[in-house]
Every structure is written in structure tokens, then in C-alpha cells.
């Protein structure tokens, strides 16, 4: 089990050197260069300035020196300087980060809890009305766009009612608890709403399986409850396949937290992406891109271990 | 309905005869108007029709759709077929590649792939910036993140098929790999095939709409569904409903897609059950 954790975790690195390669070219290319808009910023810059400048920062070197000066950087912990926050890299991720585990965190809880229920019911009436109705919610949330059911309830919610604040993460100068709270409804509901759909599906597949199988009829025959067959039984059988599912869910988490921070004008990690990659912060984007991937490859490192943990059938040598 | 919308959408141009209007056509002196027999869902804020646009948006929402489903389909269906067939290392990075494809978050990166300055690659300015680009950009795009449904379902019935007695026979008569792959292996995995498709048509409309929505994807004046929200995103709380519209045609489309897809998955269990 370590051996298999320390192999994977070789291959995570790996990997992400590669990435870091790959997302480092693909950065070059996008439009305007630091020099570029240091010109536009000030006309009067001549073309010796233009080239000195240049040299200093290095972006008249071949690609592959230019990536291998920012890993040993990047080593080292020194990731560079945002010009959007004003501030070292560093400083800046960690609060937007934060941010963002308590908004996907508390929708991922929320989204799996109630997909656990609502596919246990329909597993256990299967091709009955209340199944059809399930399935339908299921595909809707499935189907909605991100920004729009955003946008909706913004415009529901904030603009109409006044119930709820429509952005940001605390109201300036009253920063307790609730107000937090508030402030988190809108974005957690959009989040969760549009990942239920797509978790419920894959409970009630699992469990609709599960309960078709021969310890299930034991249980029964044995006079247990239906609600120890259902939780002790069929359950944790069914679990297994879910918790790949969640793990491989995990990026499509990310994207659907990128979507709804930049609606919500909540400072998480995706809205600060996109405010990178838009604002041609290339060192934030960079930074933020890697750290994005490295908690997706961490996360299924994790269900990965966990998939052991629930099946005693798994050992990974 | 889905029938009902792509028939619409196609037609546009002959309703917009009928109504006397063409999509892009501004109208300064009648902007945010209401329903009328002129205008059935109003106009925006440069006074175009609403419905027009809906459908010409339809339109393009559509095409992109279809192609990049298709193409995806096609490419997964490649690699699947070699990587079920070659095994070995070729199978191990195929399925790898899907793995990373499958879990790592993609938008970030697809927003840096859109961003991407086509000039620095050597493509002329001309040629960088014009519609066809920006369409083919996001099918690019789509494909980039549909083709590992198709290359999975394939793979998976690669490996079965491979070992049946129909396919060894052909192997023994000297049949090319090719041949074999395309006309004794394809066949088998049809029909999952059909149904990931179609599912996968509603996925690229949604990614579409949401790089649109962005500024990402399709470029003003041409319009998609997701640049009309994008649009009306500004001016949201004067005038709502141009939001609303085009939202509910991403999903009304999208639902319609994956609702179709599930119906045709029922019907392949349901055959599958009986020839068992």
C-alpha cells in the first residue's frame, strides 16, 4: 500500500514537470508579452530600451532555457512576482485557495449527500414515477448551464427579493459568520445544483446493482430490515464504484468552481485564474494552473486509497 | 423538440423573409421593445430581433455541436481501436492520457487554449482573426476534451471482440488489420458508440456557450447563444428576459440532447437483454 502511494506519487511528479513544461509554452503564446505592455505603457521607450529589457527579464532566450530558469525558481519556492495583486505569487494563492476548498467542499458534502438519498430512492423503486421524476431532476441539473443558473439565481435571489448578497465573500467592515454564510448560499447552491445531477446518476446505477445482487436476498431472507439491508449491506458495496467516479468528478468540480467564482465575484482560485490568463498576470496563471492540477492528482491519489480501504478484494503491491 | 429547435434554427433565414428582418439588422429607435407581431420575443439593446437571433444563434450553437461530437467520435473511435487492438505500451499511454483528460480540471486550461495568440504561431493576422477560426477553435477544443468517452467505450470492446472466434478466423485468413478493425470490430461497438455521441452533442454546446460567455469562443457580431448571454449578462437588470432566452435554449437543447441519449441507451440494455 505505501509502495503503491510512493509510486504514485513519483508518477504525479512526473507528470507535473510535464505539465509545467506544457502550460509554460502554451503561456508564451497567448497575446502581449510583459515588454509589450511595459511599451504601451510608456511610448517614449526606445527600441534599445525595448531590447535591454529584454535581456534583463530574459524573454530574448530559446524557450527551453527560459522554462528551466523558472523550475529552478520555482524550486526553490520563489514563483515570482503578480502584477495583478502587487504582490509575490506566493502571498497571493494561499487566501484564494482557501476560498475555494470552502466553496467546493461544502457543495461537493452537500451535492453527495443529497445524491446519496435521492439515488437510493430511485435504486429502490426503480422504473416508477418517482425514479422518472428523479431522473429528470438528474438530467436538468446535468443540462443547465453553470453561468446561467448562476445568473438566474442572482437575479432571483439578489436583484429580486434582496434575500441574499449576489458577490464577494463578506460584506466590507462586518465580517462575522453569518454574513460569511450569506454570502456563500448563492455560489454553493449553483455549485451543488449542477453537480447533484450527474453524482445522483451514478448512486443509483451502483445501487440499483447492488441490491441485485445475492447477499442482498441473504439479508432479506435472514428477516434483517430493510433499513440495515439498505445502509449495512447494500451500501457499502455500492459505494466502491462511487468513490472512483467522485474522484475522476474532481476536475469537472474545478471547472464548475471556476465558472460560478467569476459569476459571484467570489475570490477563489478559478476566478483568479481566469483574472490571470485575462489579465496576462503570466506568473499568477502559471503558479495557479499547476497548483489547480497538483489538488486534482492529489485528490485521486486519495480515492484511490480509499477504494482499498472500502473493498478488502483491492491490495495494490 | 430537439427536432423541433434544429429544424428552427435552420430555417431562419426564411422566417426572417417572412418577419422582414435579418438578425444582425439594427434598430436604434426600437431597443428592449416588448413582444409584438413584429418582434414575437422583443428586441435587445441595439433594437435586433430577438427571435432571429435566437435561432441564428441556434444555428451556430448547433453546427458546433454536431461537427465537434463527430469529431471527437471519430478521433476517440481511432485511438481506441489501436490502443484495444496494439495493447501493450501504446494501450498504457493511450489510457493514461484519458485518465488525465478525465480528472484533471480542463476549463482553467481551455481558457488558456483559447487565449491562445494564433499570430505567434506564424498564422497570418487576417486569417487568426475571422470567424471561421474562432469556430474551429472551439471544435478543436471540443475534441481535445470529448474524445476519451469514445476511445474508452472502443478500447473496452476491442479487447473483447479481438479474442472472438470470428475475428481469429479472419486473422487466420490473412485479413489486414485494417480490414479486420473496420469491418469486424467497428460494427460491434455501433450502437454505445451512437448513444455517447449523442450525449456528447449537449456536453460541446454547453462547453461552447460557457467559453462564449466568457468572451472566449464566438466573436460579436456572430452570434451563439452564449455571446447573447454574454451580452445581456451588462445589462441584466434592465432588461432580464435577454438573458433568460438564450439560457433556456442552451438548456432546453442540452436537456433534449441528453434525455435522447438516454432513451437510446434503454433500448440497446433492453436488446441486449433479450439476445442474451
Not at chain 1, 443509483?204 to 441490491?211: D, I, S, V
Not at chain 1, 486519495?302 to 472500502?310: C, F, I, Q, R, S
Not at chain 2, 428582418?21 to 433594437?47: F, I, K, M, Q
Request: net charge neutral; hydrophobic share 55%.
Amino acid at each position: 500500500m505505501i509502495r503503491f502511494a510512493a509510486i504514485r506519487l513519483v508518477e504525479i511528479a512526473a507528470l507535473l514537470a510535464l505539465m509545467s513544461f506544457i502550460i509554460y509554452g502554451l503561456i508564451g503564446l497567448m497575446p502581449g508579452d510583459p515588454i509589450d505592455l511595459m511599451r504601451s505603457a510608456d511610448p517614449r521607450m526606445s527600441a534599445e530600451d525595448v531590447a535591454r529589457l529584454k535581456a534583463v527579464y530574459g524573454v530574448d532566450r530559446p524557450l527551453v532555457a527560459r522554462y528551466l530558469a523558472w523550475a529552478g525558481q520555482a524550486l526553490q519556492g520563489e514563483l515570482g512576482y503578480s502584477r495583478l495583486f502587487a504582490a509575490p505569487v506566493s502571498a497571493a494563492l494561499p487566501p484564494r485557495l482557501g476560498n475555494s476548498l470552502l466553496l467546493m467542499g461544502s457543495s461537493f458534502v452537500l451535492a453527495l449527500a443529497l445524491a446519496l438519498v435521492l439515488g437510493t430512492i430511485a435504486a429502490r423503486h426503480p422504473e416508477s414515477r418517482l425514479d422518472d421524476a428523479i431522473n429528470l431532476f438528474c438530467f436538468a441539473g446535468v443540462s443547465i448551464p453553470t453561468f446561467w443558473l448562476a445568473l438566474v439565481l442572482i437575479l432571483a435571489f439578489a436583484a429580486g427579493l434582496g434575500w441574499l448578497p449576489a458577490s464577494g465573500v463578506a460584506t466590507a467592515g462586518a465580517g462575522d459568520l453569518a454574513d460569511r454564510l450569506r454570502h456563500l448560499v448563492l455560489p454553493v447552491a449553483t455549485l451543488t445544483l449542477t453537480s447533484v445531477g450527474g453524482y445522483t446518476r451514478y448512486v443509483r446505477a451502483a445501487m440499483h446493482e447492488a441490491l441485485a445482487q445475492d447477499h442482498i436476498r441473504t439479508a432479506r431472507a435472514k428477516g434483517a430490515s430493510e433499513a440495515r439491508v439498505i445502509f449495512r449491506h447494500a451500501m457499502r458495496s455500492a459505494l466502491i464504484p462511487v468513490t472512483t467516479i467522485l474522484a475522476l468528478s474532481f476536475g469537472g468540480l474545478v471547472s464548475g468552481a471556476l465558472v460560478t467564482e467569476t459569476m459571484f465575484a467570489y475570490p477563489g482560485m478559478g476566478k483568479l485564474i481566469f483574472d490571470a490568463v485575462m489579465g496576462n498576470d503570466y506568473n499568477l496563471a502559471l503558479a495557479a494552473l499547476l497548483l489547480a492540477a497538483v489538488t486534482a492528482m492529489l485528490a485521486n491519489l486519495a480515492a484511490d486509497l480509499a477504494y482499498a480501504w472500502l473493498d478488502p478484494r483491492v491490495t495494490y503491491r | 423538440m430537439l427536432v423541433v429547435i434544429a429544424v428552427l434554427s435552420f430555417a431562419g433565414p426564411p422566417v426572417g423573409a417572412l418577419l422582414g428582418a435579418d438578425p444582425n439588422a439594427v434598430d436604434l429607435l426600437n431597443r428592449y421593445a416588448g413582444s409584438s407581431w413584429d418582434h414575437p420575443l422583443g428586441t435587445d439593446e441595439l433594437g435586433r430581433d430577438m427571435l432571429l437571433r435566437l435561432l441564428a444563434g441556434g444555428r451556430v450553437s448547433l453546427t458546433i455541436g454536431v461537427a465537434a461530437a463527430l469529431t471527437a467520435a471519430a478521433f476517440g473511435t481511432l485511438v481506441g481501436l489501436v490502443a484495444g487492438y496494439v495493447g501493450g505500451w501504446t494501450d498504457r499511454i493511450a489510457m493514461r492520457a484519458t485518465d488525465g483528460v478525465i480528472a484533471l480540471p480542463l476549463l482553467p486550461l481551455l481558457i488558456v487554449l483559447a487565449a491562445l495568440d494564433l499570430a505567434k504561431l506564424g498564422v497570418p493576422a487576417a486569417i487568426a482573426q475571422s470567424d471561421e477560426i474562432s469556430l474551429m477553435r472551439i471544435v478543436a477544443l471540443a475534441v481535445l476534451v470529448g474524445w476519451t468517452t469514445a476511445a474508452r467505450l472502443v478500447r473496452g470492446a476491442t479487447l473483447v471482440t479481438r479474442q472472438r472466434d470470428f475475428v481469429r478466423a479472419a486473422r487466420s485468413l490473412g485479413a489486414s488489420v485494417p480490414h479486420i478493425l473496420w469491418v469486424h470490430i467497428l460494427p460491434n461497438v455501433m450502437a454505445p458508440l451512437v448513444v455517447a455521441t449523442t450525449l456528447s452533442v449537449g456536453e460541446v454546446i454547453l462547453l461552447e456557450s460557457v467559453l462564449s460567455f466568457l468572451g472566449l469562443g464566438i466573436q460579436p457580431p456572430l452570434a451563439s447563444w452564449g455571446t447573447m448571454l454574454s451580452n445581456a449578462q451588462q445589462m441584466i437588470t434592465t432588461a432580464p428576459l435577454l438573458a433568460i432566452y438564450p439560457g433556456m435554449m442552451i438548456f432546453l437543447t442540452v436537456i433534449a440532447c441528453n434525455l435522447l441519449g438516454d432513451a437510446l441507451q434503454r433500448r440497446l440494455d433492453r436488446g441486449a437483454v433479450m439476445h442474451a
